[in-house]
Nanobody, 124 residues
Framework: QVPLVESGGGLVQAGGSLRLSCAAS????????MGWLRQAPGKEREFVAA????????KYSDSVKGRFTISRDNAKNTVYLQMNSLKPEDTALYFCTADFIYAHYPNRPPEGYWGRGTQVTVSS
């Protein structure tokens, strides 16, 4: 059983929106901070956003701040990434991650669980 399963990726025009979802199973979701990372072809993997266990604290990379919003629903064991005003440079494979320690984001690779990724492609 895959602990994190992403969905919601796809092809969108620049300026459009997408909402990614990540469904968790097999662990106590509300014990973990959750984060999104992304990796574009030929580039390093980079941090996008993170949220603490309760949803009260969030952090974002400078490149997405003001355009993306991370949220979670502990009753549904799901974390979301609302992406607005998308740009071609947002094109990447987006990974959902879980880490017991919120402070590990963004500078340490998440030490808990990883999803397999969902592709987001933004056309110009």
């Amino acid at each position: 059983q895959v602990p994190l399963v992403e969905s919601g990726g796809g092809l969108v025009q620049a300026g459009g929106s997408l909402r990614l979802s990540c469904a968790a199973s097999g662990f106590i979701f509300s014990d973990y901070a959750m984060g999104w990372l992304r990796q574009a072809p030929g580039k390093e993997r980079e941090f996008v956003a993170a949220i603490n266990w309760s949803g009260e604290l969030t952090k974002y990379s400078d490149s997405v701040k003001g355009r993306f919003t991370i949220s979670r629903d502990n009753a549904k064991n799901t974390v979301y990434l609302q992406m607005n005003s998308l740009k071609p440079e947002d094109t990447a494979l987006y990974f959902c991650t879980a880490d017991f320690i919120y402070a590990h984001y963004p500078n340490r690779p998440p030490e808990g669980y990883w999803g397999r990724g969902t592709q987001v492609t933004v056309s110009s």
